[in-house]
RNA sequence: GCGGCUGUGGCGUAAUUGGUAGCCGCGCUAGACUUAGGAUCUAGUGACGCAAGUCGUGGGGGUUCGAGUCCCUUCAGCCGCACCA
């Protein structure tokens, strides 16, 4: 009776279903197992044979678990929103709804196919509404939060609310994008509208503007870790910066949690270091770097002065009185100096300067009084006396302008940014003696306030420069480039005037967005320093830096002060401290994740549960949930730009109000999936506690590592605030992750001769000129064409000829991605069609170590799918099942029980390909023994379920068995039967191995030594010399040492 | 530039974790059987050598009685991050 697979494999998949074999609940007299796949976004060209990798080895892992009495959890779904099918949408008007559920069918037919054991009562796509109805919902959580960073978890907003009430900004530990002071009697003057643009600053689900990677090909936004090189991941289109206000999740609050958690994690090393860097804690200090005194504080005295020239009496006709729409000023005193016009609202200056400056002295003072002005966070327009006489009404129409372009007051800036000093984020504050010049970034809003009027025009045109440069030319372009504001810090310590430059290698998003450049001990500073012809201070005992920096923290200080001698450990305490005593700063940790940015301007996502009043954001109540995604006849932004869901009609909340029309980016819907399989079909919360505190977390997680920075970070970070909120109890959802490698494309070519319809074969190629081509995959075999195939394959070649060697044409190869362009894609189904979903099963795992990439090489299948056959032969004597049920004897149990203790160890250590070649190595033996005995079978059987389930049920219920072999147990592996009375030790001499020597296993080592140097075999290599030392190693080698 | 990983027959890989390198499979060679095939079975297959034997885990060096395995160095390939102060 031959082993007919499709058969087999049809009438288990459907005895599964019938029975709900994989059906789980929650079962508390049994220990829970939770084991997840990655779920896939459903593509439209289905599932290649890489895919099934992953779930395969997840697949043999959960089956495992059930056998040893784990009630396990193996769920899968659909990641369902996302780019392609809206890109699809947009192309043909096909709604992303009707693509992605057609895609969704083609893969659960394909995942069919390959025997899994999902219990699909649960499964989840992230596009239905009851699942992002909890998405909605834990969106509106995180409006509604804030994070308090003494306590170090989430709490309700309503709570910061009350503590600004009665005690302002005093004694608040809350992450914040803008850090702020007032007191309870200001906060308590203050608008609603104030306040709420004020909390908006706490809240983990936050509005903010921001510089973000705008794809204009997309029409959208894109978060860091889906942009890559100055491309989008998706797609490859050109992304830029640009400035915009969007929803964001303050992950950043959760940094230090995320960093932490990362230690009693089983995942591997390298992942949890990518984790790492990607958070990238740095311990330092910040540092307030003094500007020279500024006497343009905001002191304003109003104070008349009549002594106006013509041009000011001229402008003061077309400007009195609010002629422009606002109020502008006389003659104001600020500080030290009289202005001719001040807006005070928006803190700008119209000055009239001479024509002509008399003297030198006089343009100084002039300058260093503007500078001044600058500092204090004043705007300056400047016109000449001339200019206004001739065109007062001009003028008056340019200040009407520019005024109204300004946003309203900024001016009262935090005392941080732009008072009287520059704050600056350093690793290294042993290093503050030799810092010789400060930098900025471009985009620092310090730019503006220090630029001198005289670099005016040189740093507009560098800022100008560096926005036009794409995030890709600012990465690759190595060339040192930067300009002088004007404008110079003073040193905290020494005193010393300190130039301040502008320059794009600092980077705004981080730490400040300015530095003090220590040339002498970092790379770039020093490149920089070279360039610009500026000093170098060395500051660590015999470092040389004429050619190089020396950025190693190690060695001992000097031309630094007080800290000359100390270590450079001990240095950085010391400067801390001192930095502490004189007030200048304090010491911090800085991390470099950011916020995530949350909004896209896409139509096939979660619309965000927010509407808008007075122009401020309100979240939707719960029972308004979902808020699905409305209809609308084109799935493109609007003409004035706004997103798709700006053309649906009547999106608007209850009560009328406008709703918000960017949608959620794709990681939304997959960062809290794996707690709604815990309960998928709870309507009244995310997950229960009785279904969470059973299932708990994640016990083992499988997917590729293209999530390592993406969704592995923002799932950890929504797992860790519901664990505020009490909704999930495990701080970290995927306790153990393994990553499977990338399953490549194996390519075959022919190579025809240039100019001719001939082709020839591999080995004789280099004798004609020829053009290497592609060729499908599936018309070779072992490398070798299918000469008809492949002139039907294309009629281009219909009519080809064949150069061959030894009668066949043999193809060339080489490793590229799987793709169709490349005819290297091998389709999951067509394998079962030919071998089986156990032939497919085994030979992806025998392919090699799981987290390997490698090519996919049909050539090896052959031997995995003869390896079923001759198992099913085991089985069967003359076409007929037969089974002895005589008693094994030791040889039997010993091939047993060698394989027991094999594949249980194989398995917990994902060891699978290993095991494959295991069974065959049992099955070669039990062949050549001719055992056909019960005993030895079914155990086998059992151990060989997990990896091919159908031709194992077929045997088993063959064997009498009416259970399915999931419910059998699985087998104990007992020593005894591995003990050897004998040991063969290999007998060397000088560390090369000669000849091999049996002994029983209890002899002791002398009697070994003894042996082994009068053994005649030995004479020979001893050959009269004196052995020095003889080695015995029991169970293991005897050396000889000569 | 930084960080991580990997280098073993013609190919995919294995090696009880410092103890006989090459298990298992593919391919190849020879043979058997045969209504001739991309079927099945048997034997062989790291290189050199008639052989005894010698050489062999990217290269070089070291530790050790003994190294694919540990250390140093160097080369090659892959992946991730990329001016993070």
Redesign the pocket.
């Known amino acids: 009776m031959d082993y007919n697979f499709g058969e087999i494999e049809q009438k288990w998949q459907a005895y599964w279903a019938d029975n709900q074999t994989y059906k789980v609940t929650e079962d508390s007299a049994k220990p829970k197992y939770y084991v997840l796949d990655m779920f896939p976004y459903p593509s439209g060209a289905g599932l290649h044979v890489g895919h099934p990798l992953g779930y395969i080895a997840s697949d043999i892992y959960s089956r495992y678990k059930r056998l040893q009495g784990f009630n396990v959890l193996h769920p899968m779904g659909y990641d369902a929103f996302g780019l392609p099918a809206e890109q699809y949408a947009i192309q043909t008007g096909q709604h992303p709804a009707i693509t992605t559920q057609d895609n969704i069918a083609r893969y659960r037919e394909q995942l069919d196919k390959i025997g899994f054991s999902y219990d699909w009562d649960r499964e989840l796509r992230t596009s239905d509404p009851d699942y992002y109805k909890w998405t909605q919902w834990a969106f509106i959580q995180m409006f509604k939060n804030y994070y308090d960073t003494q306590l170090q978890r989430a709490k309700p907003i309503a709570r910061l609310e009350g503590h600004f009430r009665m005690r302002g900004t005093e004694n608040v530990h809350a992450a914040t994008s803008e850090p702020m002071e007032f007191t309870a009697e200001e906060w308590n003057m203050k608008s609603d509208k104030e306040q709420q643009e004020i909390l908006m600053n706490y809240r983990i689900a936050y509005l903010g503007d921001s510089i973000v990677n705008w794809s204009p090909q997309l029409g959208t936004v894109l978060a ?2 889906e ?3 100055g491309f989008s991941i998706r797609g490859g289109y050109p992304v830029e910066q640009k400035k915009m206000r969007q929803w964001f999740l303050r992950v950043s609050a959760y940094a230090e949690r995320l960093l932490e958690g990362l230690d009693e994690l089983d995942w ?3 992942l949890k ?2 984790q790492r ?2 958070i ?1 804690r ?1 311990e ?1 200090a910040v540092i307030h770097i003094p500007l020279p005194e500024s006497d343009a504080k905001r002191e304003v005295i109003d104070e008349e002065d009549s002594s106006y020239s013509e041009a000011g009496q001229a402008l003061w006709e077309i400007v009195k009185n609010k002629q422009l729409g606002f109020k502008l000023k006389r003659d104001y005193k600020i500080g030290d100096n009289t202005v001719p016009f001040v807006n005070l609202d928006k803190g700008v200056i119209i000055a009239i300067e001479t024509d002509a400056f008399l003297t030198s002295e006089e343009k100084d003072e002039h300058i260093v009084t503007q500078s001044k002005l600058k500092l204090g966070g004043f705007r300056i327009l400047s016109f000449t006396q001339s200019e206004i006489l001739a065109d007062p009404i001009g003028i008056g129409q340019q200040i009407k302008d520019y005024v109204e372009s300004v946003p309203a007051a900024d001016i009262p800036v935090s005392e941080e940014i732009g008072g009287d000093v520059i704050p ?6 042993d ?1 503050i003696f030799g810092v010789t010049f400060m ?1 900025l ?1 471009p985009e620092s809003e310090l730019v503006d306030q220090l630029t001198t009027p005289e670099q005016q025009e040189a740093v507009q045109n560098y800022i100008a420069q560096t926005k036009k440069k794409t ?1 890709l030319e ?5 060339k ?2 930067g300009v002088f504001s004007g404008a110079y810090a003073t040193h905290p310590f020494t005193e010393e005037p300190m130039p301040i430059w502008i ?16 040339p002498a001990h ?4 020093y ?1 920089f320093a070279k360039h610009f012809n500026l000093p170098i201070i060395p500051l660590i005992e015999g470092c040389d830096v004429s050619e190089e920096s020396f950025d190693a923290k190690e060695g001992i200080m000097i031309n630094s002060d007080f800290l000359n001698g100390l270590t450079v450990e001990e240095a950085i305490k010391r400067a801390i401290e001192e930095i502490d005593k004189k007030e200048l700063g304090y010491s911090q940790v ?3 994740i ?1 916020d995530a940015i949350f909004s896209r301007q896409r139509y096939w996502g979660e619309p965000f549960p927010i509407y808008y009043k007075d122009g401020m954001p309100y979240t939707l109540s719960e029972s308004e949930l979902p808020l699905q995604l409305p209809p609308v006849d084109k799935f493109l932004p609007t003409e004035s730009g706004e997103p798709p869901l700006a053309r649906a009609e009547n999106w608007v909340s209850e009560d009328g109000y406008p709703l918000e029309t960017s949608t959620m980016p794709g990681f939304a819907g997959s960062s809290a999936y794996y707690l709604r399989y815990m309960d998928p079909n709870n309507n009244l919360m995310l997950v229960s506690q009785e279904a969470n505190h059973y299932w708990r977390n994640v016990d083992l997680y499988i997917g590729g ?2 999530h ?2 993406g969704h592995l970070v923002y799932s950890r970070f929504w797992n860790k605030f519901l664990v505020d909120l009490g909704i999930s109890c495990e701080e970290e959802p995927f306790k153990k992750l393994v990553n499977q490698g ?1 399953i490549q494309g194996r390519s075959n070519f022919v190579y025809r001769i240039k100019n001719s319809n001939r082709f020839v074969s591999l080995n004789l190629k280099d004798q004609y000129d020829t053009t290497p081509i592609h060729v499908d995959v599936n ?1 070779v ?2 490398d ?1 064409l ?1 000469i008809e ?1 492949f002139k039907q394959w294309n009629p281009e070649y219909k009519n080809a000829e064949f150069i061959l060697e ?1 009668g066949k044409y043999i193809c060339g190869w080489a490793v590229e991605k799987m793709s169709k362009s490349m005819f290297n894609v091998v389709n999951p189904d067509d394998i079962v069609d ?1 071998y089986g979903a156990d032939t497919l099963r085994l030979y992806e795992m ?4 799981l987290e ?4 996919w ?11 079923l ?2 198992t099913w ?1 085991l089985f069967h004597t003359n076409d007929s099942f037969r089974v002895s049920d005589e008693e094994p004897n030791l040889t039997e149990l010993k091939t047993l029980h060698k394989l027991i203790q094999k594949i249980s160890y194989d398995i917990e ?1 994902f ?1 699978f ?2 095991s ?6 049992c099955v ?1 033996e039990l ?2 023994l001719k055992c056909n005995k019960r005993a030895i079978l079914s155990e086998m059987l059992i151990c060989l379920a997990p990896f091919a389930p159908h031709i194992t049920e077929e045997l088993w219920s063959r064997l009498g068995n009416d259970k399915t072999i999931f419910d059998a147990e699985w087998p104990l592996f007992n020593e005894e039967y591995l003990k050897e009375d004998t040991f ?3 007998i ?1 001499f ?7 020597l049996e002994f029983s296993a209890d002899t002791d080592k002398t009697e070994i030594e003894e042996t082994v140097l009068n053994h005649p075999d030995s004479q ?1 290599w001893i050959a009269g010399k004196t052995p ?2 003889v ?1 015995v ?1 029991p ?5 000889v ?1 000569l």
């Open positions: 860091n870790d942009v890559s090189e591997s090393d390298s270091e990518t860097h990607w990238g740095s330092g600056v984020f350093t690793t290294r504050p290093t930098v970034a995030e600012r990465i690759s372009d190595q040192v480039t320059s794009d290698y600092v980077l705004a998003g981080y730490g400040t967005g300015a530095i003090m450049a220590v970092d790379s770039r500073d490149a800085n991390y470099r950011r590592t293209e390592a920075t990338m018309i075999h072992h070798v299918d195939a030894d030919k025998f392919l090699g170590p390997q990439s490698k090519p090489d049909t050539n090896g299948i052959d031997g995995v799918h003869r390896f056959r001759r032969a250590h060891s390909n290993t494959v070649s295991a069974f065959m190595i070669n062949t050549s063969t030790y290999a060397s000088n560390g090369k191995v000669r000849y091999t020979k020095k030392k080695i190693v169970k293991k080698i005897v050396n040492v």
